[in-house]
């Protein structure tokens, strides 16, 4: 995912448009719970600001993974936006390099790793198959997306015990 800058040098606020499309499985996404399937696309525009490179845009991807709550497979397509400076470090200017931007050398901006980042950081802490997944009964295991169970799922505080204790010997 190399994109040329080289026409871009002469003409800051000019544009270049980009667009890839790469198998997932070249990027090494992907954790013990989820995997990002088929292919990545990646479109946006490069533009010279006069002294960094802008680079903007959008990733499309599928991810498929099991719902934390009904544990059902799920496939969820995902479009992650993304804004990244890039300067050049082969210049020769000694010391002139910017934190805030990424290094590069030549007349070739590498999107790979940026890519990459960007859907790692993208992925939400939880995973469920839709907002108000209801989950799996904690009695029978149902899944109470499908209908209620019946079961009695009711959760006592357990500082109430006692209470409930004398409540029950009451009405014996």
Not at 159 to 172: G, M
Request: aromatic share 6%; net charge negative; proline share 3%.
């Amino acid at each position: 995912m190399q994109v040329n800058i080289a026409d871009l040098a002469a003409n800051a606020g000019k544009k270049a448009p980009f667009s890839f499309e790469r198998d997932a499985a070249s990027f090494d996404i992907g954790a013990a719970d989820y995997r990002i399937e088929g292919t990545v696309a990646v479109l946006g525009t490069v533009s010279y600001t006069g002294r960094r490179y802008r680079a903007e845009g959008i990733i499309r991807c599928t991810k498929s993974f099991d719902c934390d709550r009904c544990l059902k497979p799920c496939m969820e397509a995902q479009e992650h936006p993304f804004s990244e400076d890039f300067q050049r470090t082969d210049d020769g200017a000694v010391g002139d390099a910017d934190e805030d931007a990424n290094g590069f050398t030549g007349d070739v901006i590498d999107l790979s790793s940026l890519v990459r980042d960007t859907i790692l950081a993208a992925q939400p802490l939880s995973k469920l198959c839709k907002p108000d997944c209801k989950g799996l009964c904690a009695v029978c295991g149902a899944d109470l997306n499908e209908g209620d169970c019946g079961c009695d799922r009711s959760v006592l505080d357990p500082r109430l015990a006692a209470l409930r204790d004398l409540w029950q010997q009451r009405d014996e």
